[in-house]
């Protein structure tokens, strides 16, 4: 009896809990958020009326603009529609992913960050399984706005290859904001405050890059604001995208926009780890 009461305890010590992979967390995490979007779809579908008024107004009111001299040879945009575009896609998807970390403070309030921390979960396969929830809509978003811009009269002369550089480029961009506002929201803990400075930083990210604007028809301190702004960055590569030209610093400002999302997500980890050790 002693020898079988040994050898079980042996194999006790021996044995290994189960315990699902990382990328099982993440998708399971990912399943959760996506089940979440389903049931309240009204948010992501509503994001989509921002762009349509400023495509429709926007390039209403100033569609005059593309036949100005000094547009097209700063430019050579067939029309305002064509230069507008690409500058609405990523506006929507930096406004949509700076709304990213309102779901984790959710999730704080209603406990379900507890219960996540709790658990053997890996902590970056909890960002990584929200940041491709966000990630798929920003895609959806991406494509409706390419969509309407086409309704609205802009033609992708760059082709489906161009297309799909574009894309990349919105889903870099959206990465790098994704990761930022759940960094904040995991910090401040607050609605308000994650509010608060998502507005302070998207307008001016806007306004301060070529996304309704071209550069040369811009103050010249916006210029050089500009020049190193990552939304002014992802504007022109994905305009590069769309009409098959690209900036001549494409490949520097594409280095930079992955620089940046693997930087905001190493401070998206970090900071839900930070969050665990003061709960």
Same mark, same amino acid.
């Given at each position: 009896?002693?020898?079988?009461? #040994?050898?079980?305890?042996?194999? #006790?010590?021996?044995?290994? @809990? ?102 053997? @979960? ?10 491709? %929830? ?10 409706? @706005? ?44 607050? %609605? ?33 604001? #500009? ?51 003061? @709960?």
């Amino acid at each position: 009896m002693s020898t079988a009461l #040994a050898l079980t305890h042996h194999e #006790a010590r021996h044995t290994r @809990v189960g315990r699902a992979g990382w990328f099982t967390q993440a998708a399971q995490v990912l399943r959760r958020w996506l089940i979440s979007s389903l049931r309240q779809a009204w948010g992501p579908v509503m994001s989509l009326i921002q762009p349509v008024i400023w495509i429709v107004l926007f390039g209403a009111v100033f569609s005059t603009l593309g036949d100005l001299p000094q547009f097209s040879a700063a430019t050579g945009a067939g029309g305002y529609i064509d230069y507008l575009v690409p500058g609405i896609l990523m506006m929507t998807v930096l406004y949509s992913g700076a709304w990213a970390g309102t779901g984790y403070i959710d999730d704080i309030g209603s406990g379900v960050m507890d219960q996540y921390l709790t658990s053997p @979960v890996h902590r970056s396969a909890i960002i990584s399984g929200q940041l491709a %929830q966000q990630l798929i809509i920003n895609l959806a978003q991406s494509l409706v @706005v390419l969509g309407i811009g086409w309704l609205a009269g802009a033609r992708y002369s760059g082709g489906l290859g161009g297309m799909l550089i574009t894309l990349g480029v919105a889903t870099l961009l959206a990465t790098i904001f994704c990761c930022a506002s759940t960094a904040v929201a995991l910090i401040s803990r607050s %609605q308000i405050a994650l509010i608060s400075l998502s507005q302070l930083i998207v307008l001016p990210a806007t306004f301060l890059s070529t996304t309704m604007m071209p550069a040369d028809l811009m103050p010249v301190w916006v210029q050089d604001v #500009a020049r190193w702004n990552p939304m002014n960055w992802a504007v022109e590569l994905g305009r590069g995208g769309l009409t098959g030209e690209y900036p001549a610093a494409g490949w520097w400002q594409a280095g930079g926009l992955a620089v940046l999302a693997a930087l905001a997500f190493l401070w998206a980890v970090r900071s839900i780890r930070a969050y665990q050790r003061s @709960v």
